[in-house]
Every structure is written in structure tokens, then in C-alpha cells.
RNA sequence: GCCGGUGUGAUGGAAUGGCAGACAUACAGGACUUAAAAUCCUGGGGCUGUAAAAAGCCGUGCGGGUUCGAGUCCCGCCACCGGCACCA
């Protein structure tokens, strides 16, 4: 790339960023809010100056983006793709009369900030606030039209202060099963049996939505805290990747199982992504079946009372109760312990007694080593491997309530303790891991469902057939046989048709600094709330942010802000990063306001579609909300669950938070290829190689492959795009052709060093080119590799639009004059003269077609967010315009309208000029381009008058005819048939029948 | 293993069941230039064919099907990407 400029882009938008935030262009007004004479909203809506009240505003439209973690890094090419896309839909609904609200703000509670102060002492707030103001530039670069008034920083105290107040909400209210929403604790109904206050304050504290438990939770030693469920992935965090470890702790919970039926019910009435559904129905894990409860064997030795002698089992095929052969307690089971006989009943094979030879003398010896020998297996060592089935026999008999079978009673861990009731009866012919577990340790196999087609082994057969073997269900087809069972079972007592669910209650807690402090302090070992008025509750600076030595977090340090006065002391767990995450979409509706979290009639207008927006679609909530995918389970399902408490508790308005979400796709680095090499240095192909990936190493991620016939790990080399050319299939190296090489996009990290920094790109090419860019590479919901030389694609056209419009004699001199005084630069564009050939003269046929097919286009691609044609739609028009010797001004105002919400600078910069140097007329006198009122294309400017028709024989292309627009169908058929070029494939055979696609095609079938 | 998504030129990608490859990138040729950059113009899926054309055939991961007509719809596979994964 030269250094000359295609167009001052630089100074352009500067300039443009200082009159939007001069003018407070994309400010948002609230109802009761007065609306200052010269804003432009007022002026395009005619409310000027006046107090607005809800009536009077027009229908809104809420666009968000999932705001970012301001991390050291700096912005990520990744971040600009989600926001162009809102900024466009806000820049064009603005334009179709919209009252648009468009935040941005910072999510900015995190691990980095206070890892950092670990290892400085420095306040995270220090580092955090220098990451905000670099991310606020570097958005602020973009030119989107956020309404900067309502920013919001989840650490501001003056933000957290309603995180707490939440936290609160969900504290003092309790999940009532009979109106299957939550409530004010206060309703809340105790048993009879409950006398004293203690007991009755037990129960009370037993029910909230927030409560306190001792349960095993993921202790993660490198980072200092516990992590809940959806943070560790495969036995290891997922911030860091560090190793995790079970460990029983006392933690504060929030009761969101309550709502899994609802947080899966409300899926249905919103317009997400199938796959985004698919994932929160799969987090949720919804499963139908039965309780059924199993009897243990016992002559009297083993001193169960009745209860205990009762084993719950949960299963989702209640019809193969008959083919259970044995049953399998989870190591952790309550029972597991009582069960246990004094010896061995009489002929139990060594095999059942257990993993350690050592211990098989008794069952409680066994079954002691067992649980020790679980216990230690990280969950990563039990997630990974093959999974070899473990397990050791009890010892001990239970009575399957069908049949009265006596059947052992396993321990083992592939039976989880938390879900479903931590118990399964094992039918090894119908599933897969208990038939592995039978096979193992010889245990029966017995077939009590056959398969509905001849030749399918019934062993290991685990969809629907009909029982068989099964006594009052034989003959039942699968679901019948459910039922039917389900049904007696009730009646014995026996067991029940039952729901579960594999989602958790969410952990949350944490041992850190940076987090918001829960508003609790905690008296002779019961919790108490904070009363509102003492909140925002602040964290004391430290000068350690570690935690103590003995586990405590870090809050555990600052005694003077843990030990109060009458003795009590403040709860010293902080808020996990997604608190500030869950509800910040609500803050951006009333962002200054000191007494609530959002006024009632903010919310209202903001968030119920119903009431305000009249007629006409409904869309409740944000009304359109776009982010990546990694939150797909975390963010959006906590902020569900409280939206879903909130609006229970009658403070928001709608079930749901956000109705229409778009996932963006990932941007990947550039293609990158790679070239395999033995030991020796030799070239190996890629095609001689398997499972090719990516290792890491010391050295960063290495690309390895195995080679097919040896097993050999060779090493990739990655080489240029030059050494390489395409071939029949795939890519070889140009100066050994018999040499396949890889080529891939990898996701941008530093460690491969394929991480494109915004900032290069916006100095080299500007903003518009930046978003134009974006949204040019493919539909957003795509995966797509980054190409810079696209870049300098998008750059070009802004570089033909701005010869479009302006004289190349006067930006020669512009540019020499810049030169000479670059500090003068602003006030130089005003020399900038329109081109000669922008005239004010009605436009013609041609120019007309141009305009409304580009309006069309754009119009129709912008409801179904697809920017990447209209900007070729754009670019089609340029293409156009460009052999245009005159250019009438309206037809080139009418473009920049289109342009705008793309490229809002050039667009801004080129309407000005065509304002002060053509004397335009805007379509609202006035009105800053930016609340200009979109365009209709008028139907009749692309009506043709004489149409190429393509025609076909036997559906094959043969010619392409012109024929008049009005001519008839029997006109256009005789054109066809003479066409020269269809004849031959004409003569001599039977016209069969002539489709004619009415000014679309024609097709002649032949015989 | 289960669920979801995606397979189209050298590349990113376009195509309400109706001219496959819009638009862009890369490439090649030309104009302008002392030269280069920038700009403008032209070309282009493959094969056969021809002096050049014309023309024909084949082409949207693979194999079938529906249809006058299929990248698009249906059935059966394959590959890649993402998610979940001992959830009974």
C-alpha cells in the first residue's frame, strides 16, 4: 500500500466524531425527558423541545451488543464484527423512524485485573479503568452510534450498588411450586412441626433463591477460588486451563433448577438461533421417567429403619424394569455405607469383591477402597481414557418391585451422585455403559425389549421395540410399556412418573477481590441481609490480593471491614463476572438513576413491545441482541433466570430478556499452510498423514501429523502463500508438486501470532473501511478468515465513491496543501470541491433503474441482516455511476442515505458537501443525514421494457431471447421456436409442452 | 456416541425450485506514466473444439430420487467445524 490516501479518511472522521458528540447525535430519550430544540431526534420527530411523555415517542427499537471484557489486549478484530452489525441496524432503523437505544458499556469484574494486582499490589481498579479508557477509544474509533450518555462499568460502585440490590431480590424471595414462580420470602408457609424460631429461620433459609450450602464444589488451587459448573471444561478451568479439584466447601448458591422448566419452555418464544436453543436445551438436559423404589434385603443384621431400607432409583426406561439384573449406588450415596454386610454372602466370585486384593476380606474394607480409589481420580482422569468401568459389589441384595428378583447392589463411578437420585438399576441388554459394567464383572444380561426389525442384536439394543419377558408388559410397544408400568407402579407405591434435570443449581460464590462483596453479614452462625440503605457495599483496598493461607478469600485480610462492631462479621466471598452480566441490559435503560435500578417507566418503554409499539409486530425485551457464541450456555442462561426472577417479583415487564439474538461467527487468522517434514528434512505429504492438529509447545501451538503406514509424529513448517498452488484437490508446494501441504484458518491467538490489531487497520484504511470490511467477508453468523488485502477491497470502492463526488483538480491541491500544513487539516476539506459532473438535473431512465434497484436490495438485505450483498448492492451502483457523465444530485443524495449506516463517515463528509456546494435539498429540511427518513423504491423504475429471457429445451440453457415486456405468451413462444440456436435441438421432435416462466424463462420439452 | 451447522472457481462468497459463480480478492493482458504506485479498461470454472471463433460436453462433497427444470426439495452416505458427553 502507497502512503497517499484514497480519500482523507483520517481527517473525515475526526471530524465527524466531534460533531456527533457536540451534537449528542445518537442520544436516547427517556419518557419525561425533556428533548432540547436542537437535537435531531426532536427535529425529526417534531418533539423539539418538548417534555416527552410515552405516547408521544415512536415505536423503539432496543439493539444491543454483548459488552466487552476491556482486557490489557486491546480490542479484537472480533469485537467490531458484532458492533458493526448493531450499528448498522441502529443507523437503519434511526433512519425508518425508530427511537433507537444503542449502549455500550464494560463488563469489568475479571480475573486478569486482579491477578495483576497480585502481582503488582496495585488496586485492579488502576488497571481496569486504563483498559476501559483504551477499549473506549478504540470503539469510539469506529464511529458507532452508541448514546455514550448511558455507558455503564459493572465495578462502578454506582452499577454494583443494584448488582447487590438484586442479589438481595433474589435473597428475600423463595420459589413456590404452586404458582411455579418466585415469591417474597414473606409468603412463604411453614410446617406445623416446625415450633421454634430456629427451625422455622432453617426451613425460611432452606428456601431462598440464594441460599448458603456445604457441598463439594470445583476448588481450583492455581486461581485461588472455586469455579461453578459451566466454568470447568473437562476437569480443568475454563479461564487458564489450570487442573480442578472436588472439594467439599460452604457456598451460596442461587436456586435457578427451580426455573428449568420455564428457562426451557420460554426457548419456544424467542427468536434465537435452532443450535443456540439446541445448547441451552441440552445445559437444561429435561428427561422424563420414573422413581422407582427398590427394596434392600435385610435378615436383620444390617439394622435399616424402613426408610433406609429404601433405594430410589431414576430411570428413563421404566419398561426394562425386568430386564434389571443388578443395581449401582453412585460411591457417594448416602446408603452406601449402611448396606454394607459383615462378610461376603456365600458364593460371591473374587471378581465382585473389588479393585484392591487387598482389601477383599469384607465388603466395608472393599467398598472403603473403592470410594478412596474414586475419590482420588481427578475429573479429569474420569471424563478422559477409555473410560474403563470400575466398580465393587456391596455385598448386599435388593428386591426389584416387579418380579421380586433379588438383585446385587453395585458401587461404582459411573453413576453420578448429582443426578437424578445418585442410584440406577442396571438393565445391561438396554444400555450401553451397563452392559459394558456386566460384561466386566460377569453379571447377567437378560433381553426384555426386542428390536422392531429382524437382525438387530437384541443385546446392546436401546431404542424403542416391544417387551418381551416382562410380564404385564410383553407385547407393549416402548412407549405403552412406559406407561403401562409407570402406571402399576403407582398404584403399588412403588414408584412415580418423574422429571429431572441435568442443570445444577448455579455456585455462587467466589474467593476473590475484584468481585462485588455480598451484602450479608453473619451473626452467631446464622447470614443476615444488608438493609438497602447500606449498599453499595465496598471492598476495602488490600495490600495483598491474595487469598490468606488458610483458604480464606482475600476480603479475609481487611479485619477492620470484616468485623463489625457488635461482633458480627461480613460475608468475605465475592460475586462470580457473570453477576454484572445478568441484568446490565436493564441498566442502560435509566443508566444515571440513583434510586432504582431502572424506573418502572423506563423498563416499560424500553422493554415491552406490546403496549408501546401499537400495532404491528411484538417484540418484548431487547429487540435485538448480538454476541459470540462462547455464551451460549453461561451469560444467556443466568440472565434468563434473573430476568425470570425480576419479572416474577413484578419489576420487569416481559419473561423473557432478549427476543432475537444473532451469534456472530468467529474471525480466524489468514489461511495459513503447512508443509510436513521427516526427521531428515525431506518433505512428506499431507496426504500420507493423519488426525493432522495443532500441539502445543513451549514454542507456541506446532502443527503434527502421524504418518499413516509408520505412525510417525512428523512436524509442520508453515510456508507463504507464493510456495504453494491449488491442485485437483488441495493445495502443493509449487517446487515439489507430489507434496500436499495443510492449509487451515486458525483462531487469532498471540501465542501463533496471528492476531490482527484493529488499531493498524483503522490507520491504514479508516473506520469505514474497517466495518465495511467486517460485514463485506461473508454472514455474520459465519466462521471466516480474516484477509487483510479484502480490506483494501472495501477501501478502493470508499476510494471510488469519494471520486464520485469530488473533483480530482481540487483534491490534488488538498492534498498538496495538507502537506504544507497538516495542522490546518480540518479546515482544509473545505476546499474540497464537487466533481463538475454532480448536477442539479432530473435523473434518466438508467440512473432511476440504478437508484431503485440499489434501494431494493439494500432495503430487503438489511431486514434479513444480511450486509454483505447490500454492500455489494452498493458496489454495484458505484459500479454504475462511475460511467455516468452527469450525476443528477438527487440520485446521488438518495445514495448517501443508503450508505450511511456502512460507511456513516464518507457518507456524512460527501452529504455535507453536496449540502453547502450543490445546494441539495434534504428529504427532511434540516435534518442531520443521520435522521434522514429511509427511502422506498418505487416498483415502476425497474419495470423493463424489453426482457432477456433465457431459453431452454429439456431444462438445457440454448439462447437467450429479448422479447417486449408485455408480449404475450404465445408471442414469446413464437420468438423461442425461431430462435436459430434452438432449432436444431427443435427439428424433428415432438413438442411435448412449452413451460414459460412469465419474464423469467422458458422451457420447451421435446420428445 | 448424541445434537447443531457447513461443503459452490485460485480465495471470501452470490443465487424466492428458473441463465450457477453477483460483488470482491488474487491472477493475466492492455491504457496512462521516464518508471513504479494509484487509477481506468478487458479477460477468465473445466474439458473437447477452432487459426481465431462458433459450437458442444461436463461441472455446486459423494450416490440415488422427485420435477419440464435441483446448488436449492426428498432418501442414503462422506468430510470438516461447533457444542454436549458414564446425565441412567
Aim: overall charge neutral; hydrophobic content about 35%.
Amino acid at each position: 500500500m502507497g502512503n497517499r490516501k484514497l480519500y482523507p479518511f483520517d481527517i473525515i472522521e475526526k471530524k465527524w466524531h466531534k460533531v456527533w458528540e457536540k451534537r449528542q447525535s445518537f442520544r436516547a430519550w427517556n419518557p419525561g425527558e425533556q428533548i432540547p430544540e436542537w437535537h435531531p431526534f426532536g427535529k425529526r420527530h417534531k418533539l423539539s423541545g418538548k417534555i416527552v411523555d410515552q405516547k408521544d415517542l415512536p415505536p423503539k427499537f432496543y439493539v444491543l451488543d454483548m459488552f466487552p471484557y476491556p482486557s490489557g489486549a486491546g480490542l479484537h478484530v472480533g469485537h467490531p464484527e458484532g458492533y458493526t452489525a448493531t450499528d448498522i441496524i441502529a443507523r437503519y432503523k434511526r433512519a425508518r423512524g425508530f427511537h433507537v437505544l444503542h449502549p455500550m458499556g464494560w463488563d469489568a469484574f475479571g480475573l486478569p485485573a486482579e491477578q495483576y494486582a497480585i502481582k503488582t499490589g496495585q488496586h485492579p481498579k488502576i488497571t481496569t479503568e486504563k483498559n476501559i479508557a483504551n477499549f473506549r477509544r478504540q470503539i469510539k474509533a469506529l464511529g458507532f452510534s452508541y448514546d455514550w450518555s448511558r455507558e455503564i462499568d459493572t465495578t462502578d460502585p454506582k452499577y454494583y450498588k443494584w448488582t447487590q440490590w438484586i442479589f438481595l431480590q433474589l435473597y428475600n424471595s423463595w420459589f413456590n411450586p404452586e404458582t411455579n414462580k418466585a415469591e417474597p420470602i414473606s409468603t412463604l408457609k411453614y410446617p406445623p412441626e416446625l415450633k421454634t424460631e430456629q427451625e422455622r429461620r432453617a426451613y425460611r433459609d432452606s428456601k431462598r433463591l440464594a441460599y448458603v450450602a456445604e457441598m463439594p464444589v470445583w476448588w481450583c488451587e492455581e486461581l485461588g477460588t472455586v469455579l461453578a459448573n459451566e466454568e470447568v471444561i473437562d476437569g480443568k478451568s475454563e479461564v487458564g486451563g489450570y487442573p480442578v479439584v472436588r472439594k467439599p466447601m460452604r457456598q451460596w448458591m442461587l436456586r435457578i433448577t427451580a426455573y428449568a422448566e420455564r428457562l426451557l419452555q420460554d426457548l419456544d418464544t424467542i427468536e434465537w438461533s435452532e443450535s443456540l436453543k439446541e445448547m441451552q436445551r441440552n445445559w437444561i438436559g429435561r428427561s422424563e421417567g420414573a422413581e422407582v423404589i427398590f427394596e434392600v434385603v435385610d435378615d436383620g443384621s444390617l439394622n435399616l429403619s424402613p426408610e433406609e431400607r429404601k433405594i430410589t432409583v431414576f430411570t428413563t426406561r421404566p419398561d426394562t424394569l425386568f430386564g434389571a439384573t443388578y443395581m449401582v449406588l453412585a460411591p457417594e450415596h448416602k446408603l452406601v455405607d449402611k448396606i454394607l454386610p459383615r462378610s461376603w454372602p456365600a458364593g460371591t466370585p473374587e471378581l465382585w469383591k473389588g479393585i484392591d486384593p487387598a482389601s477383599r476380606s469384607t465388603p466395608a474394607q472393599a467398598v472403603k477402597a473403592y470410594k478412596a480409589f474414586a475419590a482420588s481420580k481427578s475429573d479429569l482422569e474420569r471424563t478422559e481414557l477409555a473410560r474403563e468401568k470400575t466398580g465393587v459389589f456391596t455385598g448386599s441384595f435388593a428386591i426389584n418391585p416387579v418380579n421380586g428378583e433379588k438383585i446385587p447392589i453395585w458401587i461404582a463411578d459411573y453413576v453420578l451422585a448429582t443426578y437424578g437420585t445418585g442410584a440406577i438399576m442396571a438393565v445391561p441388554a438396554h444400555d450401553t455403559r451397563d452392559l459394558e459394567f456386566a460384561r466386566k464383572f460377569n453379571l447377567p444380561i437378560r433381553v426384555v425389549v426386542q428390536p422392531p426389525k429382524e437382525g438387530i442384536d437384541p443385546v446392546g439394543f436401546v431404542d424403542d421395540g416391544i417387551s418381551v419377558n416382562s410380564g404385564l408388559i410383553t407385547g407393549l410397544p416402548t412407549p405403552q410399556a412406559k406407561q403401562k408400568i409407570v402406571e402399576w407402579l403407582e398404584q403399588q407405591g412403588k414408584g412415580r412418573k418423574t422429571v429431572n434435570y441435568k442443570l445444577r443449581d448455579w455456585l455462587f460464590s467466589r474467593q476473590r477481590y475484584w468481585g462485588e462483596p455480598f451484602p450479608i453479614i453473619w451473626k452467631n452462625g446464622n447470614h443476615e441481609p444488608l438493609p438497602e440503605s447500606e449498599l453499595p457495599l465496598i471492598p476495602p483496598p488490600l495490600d495483598d490480593y491474595k487469598p490468606t493461607p488458610n483458604g480464606e478469600p482475600p476480603l479475609a485480610r481487611a479485619k477492620d471491614w470484616v468485623n463489625l462492631p457488635d461482633g458480627s462479621t461480613r460475608e468475605t466471598n465475592t460475586m462470580p463476572q457473570w453477576a454484572g452480566s445478568c441484568w446490565y441490559y436493564l441498566r442502560y435503560l435509566d443508566a444515571k438513576n440513583d434510586r432504582r435500578f431502572c424506573s418502572p417507566e423506563a423498563e416499560q418503554y424500553w422493554m415491552d413491545g406490546e403496549k408501546y409499539q401499537g400495532k404491528g409486530k411484538v417484540c418484548p425485551g431487547v429487540d435485538l441482541y448480538v454476541g459470540g457464541t462462547e455464551h451460549a450456555v453461561l451469560h444467556l442462561l443466568y440472565a434468563r433466570f434473573w430476568h425470570k426472577v425480576l419479572y416474577d417479583l413484578g419489576y420487569v415487564s416481559t419473561p423473557e430478556p432478549f427476543y432475537k439474538l444473532v451469534n456472530q461467527g468467529l474471525i480466524l487468522g489468514e489461511t495459513e499452510y503447512t508443509v510436513f517434514t521427516f526427521p531428515d528434512g525431506s518433505y512428506c505429504s499431507a496426504s500420507e498423514l493423519r488426525d493432522i492438529g495443532e500441539e502445543a509447545t513451549p514454542h507456541g501451538p506446532m502443527m503434527v501429523g502421524y504418518h499413516k503406514k509408520t505412525g510417525e509424529k512428523l512436524y509442520g513448517k508453515k510456508v507463504s502463500e507464493d510456495e504453494v498452488e491449488k491442485s485437483a484437490d488441495g493445495f502443493v508446494l509449487k517446487t515439489d508438486k507430489s507434496i500436499k501441504v495443510d492449509a487451515r484458518s486458525f483462531k487469532m491467538s498471540k501465542s501463533r501470532g496471528n492476531v490482527i490489531n484493529p488499531d493498524n487497520i483503522l490507520e491504514e484504511y479508516g473506520a469505514d473501511a474497517f466495518r465495511l470490511y467486517e460485514m463485506f467477508m461473508g454472514p455474520l453468523e459465519m466462521v471466516k478468515p480474516w484477509s487483510t488485502r479484502g480490506v483494501e477491497g472495501v477501501y478502493r470502492f470508499l476510494g471510488r465513491v469519494w471520486r464520485l463526488f469530488i473533483d480530482e483538480k481540487s483534491q490534488v491541491e488538498f492534498e498538496q496543501s495538507l502537506t504544507a500544513n497538516p495542522e490546518k487539516a480540518e479546515r482544509l476539506l473545505k476546499n474540497l470541491k464537487l466533481s463538475d459532473s454532480i448536477k442539479e438535473v432530473e435523473p434518466n431512465a438508467e440512473q432511476l433503474k440504478a437508484l431503485h434497484s440499489c434501494i431494493k436490495k439494500v432495503t430487503e438485505d438489511l431486514e434479513g441482516m444480511r450486509f454483505n450483498t447490500a454492500i455489494s448492492a452498493l458496489m454495484v451502483f458505484v459500479n454504475q455511476a462511475t460511467t455516468w457523465e452527469v450525476k443528477p444530485v438527487s440520485v446521488m443524495r438518495d445514495f448517501l442515505i443508503l450508505l450511511q449506516p456502512f460507511a456513516p463517515h464518507i457518507a456524512e463528509e460527501l452529504w455535507e458537501k453536496l449540502l453547502v456546494q450543490a445546494g441539495m435539498k434534504p428529504v427532511l429540511e434540516g435534518v442531520d443525514l443521520c435522521y434522514q427518513p429511509w427511502l422506498e423504491y418505487n416498483p415502476q423504475m425497474l419495470v423493463e421494457e424489453v426482457l432477456e429471457i433465457p431459453v431452454q429445451v429439456n431444462g438445457r440453457l440454448r439462447d437467450v431471447v429479448r422479447i417486449p415486456a408485455e408480449a404475450t405468451q404465445q408471442e414469446i413462444e413464437q420468438v423461442a421456436l425461431a430462435s436459430q440456436k434452438v432449432k436444431p435441438f427443435v427439428e424433428g421432435k415432438q413438442i411435448k409442452k412449452i413451460i414459460v416462466v412469465p419474464k423469467k424463462l422458458i422451457n420447451i420439452v421435446v420428445g
